[in-house]
């Protein structure tokens, strides 16, 4: 059974920082894609963050320069490296993880999510 944990939020200032850890456990078959989400309460969860195992990664444009993604595929880890925070930042991030059915159909996996809190 494959589960996905993060680690890491909390609540801090605007300005400050954060490390988000996510570690999963279970075989993913055809792993190549670990990323980060995030969502706030009504609203759809969006894209932040991804990184492939052939070392691409991809942000959200309103992300770009304040967060760092690094992923390592041989532990199944992905760290999300939060500088810069704002208040808009408030959301719960979600790991997932990418990997492909035995019919080469893609297939996504998520984990429960950790709290990130902005506030002054």
């Known amino acids: 059974q494959v589960q996905l944990v993060e680690s890491g939020g909390g609540l801090v200032r605007p300005g400050g920082s954060l490390r988000l850890s996510c570690v999963a456990s279970?075989?993913?078959?055809?792993?190549?894609?670990m990323g980060w989400y995030r969502q706030v309460v009504g609203r759809q969860r969006e894209f932040i963050a991804t990184s492939t195992n052939r070392d691409t990664t991809d942000y959200a444009d309103s992300v770009k320069g304040r967060f760092t993604i690094s992923g390592d595929f041989v532990n199944k880890t992905v760290y999300l490296q939060l500088n810069s925070l704002k208040l808009e930042d408030t959301a719960v991030y979600y790991c997932g993880a990418e990997g492909l059915r035995t019919n080469g159909s893609p297939r996504r996996y998520w984990g429960q999510g950790t709290q990130v809190t902005v506030s002054s």
């Open positions: 279970g075989k993913i078959g055809g792993l190549y894609a």
